[in-house]
């Protein structure tokens, strides 16, 4: 249901003189796609966002959704077929939750009965309960809660096109992590072509199907997948923008789901070590891993100091390891270990039942593979 | 005033109770009227002003210099021209609330954020529908502060325009000292007192009424 979203050489100058705060921008972005504008400050990033929906008029080039020039269309026509998100959210506070979401389809002069149902399915979709939230007002919810009835209010219409200027900026970091999880859940189902700015690579390469770089003065310096961006920075500064780790950025980009489990030696409770039920032997392993009845991790068991003919149980293992989930990053999963000084990370299913672990070294696998596929090493990066 | 003579005369007061009346619901047309079109004036000029920064220091300027010309001035001033009518009273009532009502109105609609009003236009609001359903209802607050003090100061100026007979409350005041005579003076002087302390209550109701999102 998204849109193509296609800029053809795109002007924008603020007044006569001085450089342009965009120049000659060209992008194609395919429908249903998240791109993302990313660049530092001064990089005609916003400009070039405000353009779409015609909030900055550009002064030559074309913009289209969907093959239609957006100069060609009304403004509050247009911009009501655009989601648009800020990072001040700019709730309407003299209005209920509900009415804020209608704003759009009220506009759209949508029948009373449709406007109920949608505000209710979407505060349903962005996890907040309608009962309770529909008639309360913006200065009652929390920051994380505002935003995400600010996304609400931008998908109300269903937009084929949805803007968002730096949307996640404002909140603090954990809450951005969840927003941006819960974003990328929302963009699955509902497939709206995004634009996207931000100033913040990581979450440019963490949010972006295409990641286009701005440099000073509106250039597009590279517009490409995260995973070219980071093994194949186009220049310099794409370089150095994206950053002396970027070897280690990538591992956002890989979740657990994406390398082979290895099996550790389990054993389960109240099973006696080394006994025929066991099925290995006593000395097999120092470490085992310790499963309930569902096969869900317990911990992990020293065998050297399990006396011989007892049974596992609880209170013998040490719950040290971190549990992982399937769509857990490789960048996650590895500060996770390094932050509790462990070897290896305990996978577990939707279920909470075992499925594997990941070591430090499966992970520095991965990192030594995009190293050699042309990343450059950290130090030599930093060089440059 | 008689040596002698009570302060209240009681049976005087009993006597004219339908006058009292009268005289109340005049004060309360005179004031409303006023308030009213300095309101509808002032919206417009407010409006003007705060869109475009050129217009609002004229704007203050002129209702400023209105504001400080003496009442009884003005109204003697404007006989010549009106005569001793209810538009002269009104023509120097109403420009005694611009200054007030303009300032309010600006101060609120300037008030209102950045990114509220980013976002209204951003969705597709025309910039009429921005006004009426975002910076006005948001603005509200601070007018409506703005018509208290206008609607307070109008209650008492009301009384001035009796000399040019008009008054409402004010017939008394002036009767009472043209004869001496202190129970009409009282009456009318603490009555308008009231009339401004009640119309003052309902505002504050009204206020609290029609801005519940301030309340929670």
């Known amino acids: 249901m998204g849109a193509t979203v296609e800029f053809r050489h795109v002007v924008k100058c603020f007044g006569s003189q001085g450089p342009p705060a965009v120049n000659d921008l060209s992008l194609l972005i395919p429908p249903g796609n998240i791109c993302v504008?990313?660049?530092?400050?001064?990089?005609?990033?916003?400009?070039?966002?405000?353009?779409?929906?015609?909030?900055?008029?550009?002064?030559?080039?074309?913009?289209?959704?969907?093959?239609?020039?957006?100069?060609?269309?009304?403004?509050?026509?247009?911009?009501?077929?655009?989601?648009?998100?800020?990072?001040?959210?700019?709730?309407?506070?003299?209005?209920?939750?509900?009415?804020?979401?209608?704003?759009?389809?009220?506009?759209?002069?949508?029948?009373?009965?449709?406007?109920?149902?949608?505000?209710?399915?979407?505060?349903?979709?962005?996890?907040?309960?309608?009962?309770?939230?529909?008639?309360?007002?913006?200065?009652?919810?929390?920051?994380?809660?505002?935003?995400?009835?600010?996304?609400?209010?931008?998908?109300?219409?269903?937009?084929?096109?949805?803007?968002?200027?730096?949307p996640f900026g404002a909140v603090d970091p954990i809450a951005r992590t969840r927003l941006q999880n819960e974003f990328l859940r929302l963009h699955r189902e509902q497939r709206t072509t995004v634009i996207f700015v931000t100033h913040d690579i990581d979450e440019a390469i963490k949010m972006g199907d295409h990641v286009a770089v701005l440099q000073q003065g509106g250039?597009?310096?590279?517009?490409?997948?995260?995973?070219?961006?980071?093994?194949?920075?186009?220049?310099?500064?794409?370089?150095?923008?994206?950053?002396?780790?970027?070897?280690?950025?990538?591992?956002?980009?890989?979740?657990?789901?994406?390398?082979?489990l290895e099996q550790a030696p389990v054993v389960h409770e109240n099973q006696v070590l080394g006994s025929p039920e066991d099925g290995l032997p006593?000395?097999?392993?120092?470490?085992?891993?310790?499963?309930?009845?569902?096969?869900?991790?317990?911990?992990?068991i020293n065998t050297l100091r399990m006396p011989a003919g007892e049974r596992a149980?609880?209170?013998?293992?040490e719950p040290s390891s971190p549990l992982l989930s399937c769509d857990t990053t490789l960048r996650d999963a590895l500060s996770m270990l390094l932050g509790l000084a462990v070897q290896t990370g305990v996978v577990v299913d939707d279920g909470g039942r075992y499925a594997g672990v990941v070591t430090v070294q499966t992970i520095a696998g991965v990192l030594r593979a995009a190293i050699e596929e042309g990343v450059p090493s950290p130090a030599a990066a930093g060089e440059g | 005033m008689t040596p002698g003579e009570p302060l209240i005369r009681w049976d005087w007061l009993l006597a004219h109770l339908g006058d009292i009346a009268l005289r109340v619901g005049q004060h309360l047309v005179l004031t409303g009227i006023a308030v009213g079109?300095?309101?509808?004036?002032?919206?417009?000029?407010?409006?003007?002003?705060?869109?475009?920064p050129g217009v609002y220091a004229p704007v203050t300027w002129v209702t400023g210099v209105l504001y400080t010309i003496p009442s009884l001035?003005?109204?003697?001033?404007?006989?010549?021209?009106?005569?001793?009518?209810?538009?002269?009273?009104?023509?120097?009532?109403?420009?005694?609330?611009?200054?007030?009502?303009?300032?309010?109105?600006?101060?609120?609609?300037?008030?209102?954020?950045?990114?509220?009003?980013?976002?209204?236009?951003?969705?597709?609001?025309?910039?009429?529908?921005v006004l009426w359903q975002v910076e006005l209802p948001l603005a509200l607050g601070v007018i409506l502060a703005g018509v208290r003090v206008a609607t307070i100061t109008t209650v008492g100026l009301v009384t001035v325009t009796a000399l040019i007979g008009q008054g409402g409350l004010g017939f008394f005041i002036v009767d009472g000292i043209q004869r001496f005579f202190s129970t009409p003076l009282i009456v009318g002087a603490l009555l308008s007192v009231a009339l401004a302390v009640a119309l003052d209550g309902l505002l504050v109701r009204l206020e609290r009424l029609v801005t519940p999102w301030a309340r929670r």
Not at chain 1, 291 to 298: A, H, V, W
Request: with cysteine; proline share 6%; charged share 20%.
């Open chain 1, 313 to 317: 149980s609880r209170g013998a293992a």
């Open chain 2, 73 to 129: 001035a003005l109204f003697a001033l404007l006989v010549p021209f009106t005569g001793l009518s209810l538009l002269t009273a009104e023509i120097g009532l109403v420009s005694y609330t611009l200054l007030i009502l303009i300032r309010n109105i600006v101060a609120g609609i300037r008030a209102v954020p950045a990114e509220v009003r980013e976002s209204a236009l951003g969705m597709g609001c025309t910039s009429r529908q």
């Open chain 1, 282 to 300: 006593m000395a097999g392993a120092k470490y085992r891993l310790l499963l309930d009845g569902e096969e869900r991790p317990i911990g992990w």
């Open chain 1, 219 to 260: 250039l597009l310096a590279q517009y490409a997948s995260p995973e070219e961006l980071l093994t194949k920075p186009a220049s310099d500064f794409v370089a150095r923008f994206v950053g002396a780790d970027r070897g280690l950025k990538r591992l956002a980009l890989a979740t657990v789901a994406d390398v082979e």
């Open chain 2, 37 to 52: 079109v300095g309101l509808v004036l002032s919206l417009a000029l407010g409006i003007w002003a705060a869109r475009r």
């Open chain 1, 37 to 166: 504008l990313v660049g530092p400050s001064g990089c005609g990033k916003t400009t070039t966002l405000r353009m779409v929906n015609r909030l900055i008029e550009p002064s030559g080039g074309q913009i289209l959704i969907d093959g239609q020039d957006v100069m060609a269309v009304e403004p509050t026509a247009l911009r009501r077929r655009i989601g648009y998100v800020i990072q001040q959210v700019g709730l309407f506070p003299h209005q209920t939750i509900a009415a804020n979401i209608a704003t759009v389809p009220r506009l759209l002069k949508w029948p009373d009965e449709r406007i109920r149902r949608r505000v209710d399915e979407l505060l349903a979709l962005i996890g907040l309960d309608p009962g309770p939230v529909r008639d309360r007002y913006p200065a009652e919810l929390s920051g994380g809660e505002r935003q995400r009835v600010g996304v609400a209010r931008a998908l109300a219409a269903e937009p084929p096109v949805m803007l968002m200027d730096e």
